[in-house]
């Protein structure tokens, strides 16, 4: 499949109104690094780094970390890596973490709260990322932030790691970025100070959505019942867009839904400029934003939405199928 797309994969996803979309790829281990070069991904906007926990029976040690970021940071070369911090807890629960027995594991302990509460394991991770970095760009999105305080007492384990590196003689970062996964949908709310702290904010749309409809994304029975262009979701998306772009804060979009061509289009038309995908997607992606005009889009979109549709999909596809 990735052959089928190897004849645009070193052009730019640009729409044909001139608008130009960023598509990078999600990675969680060593092994997709090859796939930044083969897909085209213009980075890696998200680094999950729960396996390298998941697939061990004890914490892995902050040198062994160190070296597998930094190696992940050569493979990018020049490409920008976010690193997403430790997103575990609850339904994830690590071999070596005293379970906790929750109701609801989706809405528990799990993620930055276990970050904040218990920073050891996520300060460590801080280290082994600043360590990795060695003078090269660093940048680090937590994730799972439900409120403003959260980011920035997360942030400021950060800032103090990087303190006491520099303190013990390690080479800093050449340049730090800070971020958050806006993934419960308390934090599209959060004062317009969260949106200026952040260097840049990516939307976790798996997570979003499900809290958004509050249906689960691991249940069979409702995990399909809402369209992720439900009118009322998208139009979400788009204040979040707004707010972000009242702030210059740059946005990104990295749950699943941003490898679906048709999403990834209305994502793009109501304003987003940076998706981030499974590596496979890329190709298919690139192809449909190649061929639309996004004012056009963004027009169909809007009369769908005036007309009352509960999707805006239908009127999508039926616009698609008339460009041929
Ligand atoms: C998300 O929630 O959309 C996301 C990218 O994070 P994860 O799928 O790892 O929860
Ligand atoms: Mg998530």
Redesign the pocket.
């Known amino acids: 499949a990735q052959e089928r797309y190897a004849s645009i994969r070193d052009k730019p996803a640009e729409a044909l109104c001139g608008t130009v979309i960023s598509l990078q790829m999600?990675a969680g281990l060593m092994a997709d690094l090859p796939s930044l070069p083969s897909s085209g991904a213009e980075g890696v906007g998200?680094f999950?780094t729960e396996l390298q926990f998941l697939t061990r029976n004890k914490v892995p040690r902050r040198g062994e970390l160190a070296a597998l970021y930094s190696r992940v940071m050569d493979a990018a070369g020049e490409k920008r890596v976010v690193f997403r911090t430790l997103?575990i807890g609850s339904d994830k629960v690590l071999p070596y973490m005293k379970p906790t027995e929750e109701p609801n594991p989706a809405l528990g302990w799990r993620a930055i709260r276990v970050g904040l509460d218990k920073p050891g394991v996520m300060r460590m991770q801080l280290q082994a990322l600043i360590r990795a970095a060695n003078g090269r760009p660093l940048s680090v999105m937590f994730?799972f932030v439900a409120q403003l305080e959260e980011y920035t007492q997360a942030r400021d384990h950060l800032l103090r790691e990087m303190d006491r590196e520099a303190a013990l003689g390690h080479v800093l970062p050449e340049t730090l970025q800070i971020g958050a996964?806006l993934?419960t949908p308390s934090l599209a709310f959060a004062p317009r100070r969260f949106f200026e702290e952040c260097d840049f904010i990516s939307?976790?749309?798996?997570?979003?959505k499900q809290f958004f409809f509050a249906a689960d994304r691991e249940n069979e029975r409702v995990r399909r019942r809402y369209d992720t262009l439900n009118v009322s979701f998208l139009t979400f998306l788009e204040q979040i867009v707004h707010r972000c772009g009242d702030t210059d804060t740059p946005l990104s979009f990295?749950?699943?839904d941003a490898g679906r061509p048709v999403e990834a289009l209305c994502f793009a038309a109501i304003g987003l400029r940076t998706l981030s995908m499974r590596p496979a997607s890329i190709g298919p992606v690139k192809s449909l934003i190649r061929r639309v005009d996004l004012r056009e889009a963004r027009a169909v979109i809007n009369e769908a939405r005036a007309s009352g549709a509960q999707s805006v999909r239908p009127a999508v596809m039926e616009w698609l199928k008339r460009q041929g």
Do not use: F, H, K
């Open positions: 999600n998200l999950r997103d994730p996964m993934e939307i976790g749309g798996n997570d979003l990295c749950g699943e």
